[in-house]
């Protein structure tokens, strides 16, 4: 009888969540190639540590975990080189549609921006969330609600009333 090793639980997890993984980093880095490079990255890192993990419940809050991560290092790193660089014209950065939603999404900090899209894009559940991000249930509900609030306060910015 071949009882599955943690590694390819792993895997598994890592094949049936990569498009959540790329949706997921893209939303940080606004990005196809850095999206693709953070999964992968992601995926390498995850399984070099698969062994870390004692239960398989909580591998795919472990997977997101190193994507929050790795994107944030991705962030940081090309913000270093940009101000090395004395860069300000980044020609070669590509362009996308800008959605009035994902266009206010850039008024939240990171933590605010990852339990939104957590929860409302990827429709996971609170308590979920909460084991991601290592934080407790209340103080997820709390940076929801309070990241809605953000959220509604700038959708609702330049739309007039019309009453008679």
């Known amino acids: 009888m071949n009882i599955p090793t943690m590694q390819s639980f792993v895997e598994q997890e890592l ?13 940080y880095v606004k990005n196809e190639a ?49 101000f090395e660089e004395h860069a300000s014209e980044q020609g070669a950065e590509d362009t996308y ?15 605010e921006r990852t339990v939104i899209i957590l929860r409302f894009f990827e429709e996971w ?3 979920d969330i909460a084991n991601a991000l290592d934080e407790n249930l209340n103080t997820v509900k709390s940076i929801l609600y309070r990241s809605l609030k953000k959220l509604k306060t ?4 330049g739309e007039v009333c019309h009453e008679t």
Do not use: G, P
Not at 154 to 157: A, D, Q, S
């Open 15 to 27: 094949l049936a969540n990569y498009a959540s993984m790329y949706r997921f980093a893209y939303s």
């Open 34 to 82: 850095d999206a693709m490079d953070i999964v992968q990255e992601s995926a390498y890192l995850a399984i070099k540590n698969a062994s870390a993990i004692q239960d398989k419940r909580y591998v795919k809050s472990w997977l997101f975990r190193i994507v929050i991560n790795t994107s944030i290092s991705l962030l940081r790193k090309q913000r270093h080189e940009i």
């Open 97 to 111: 549609a800008d959605f009035d939603t994902m266009e206010a999404l850039d008024i939240l900090n990171k933590r």
């Open 125 to 127: 559940k609170l308590q």
């Open 154 to 157: 700038e959708l609702m910015k």
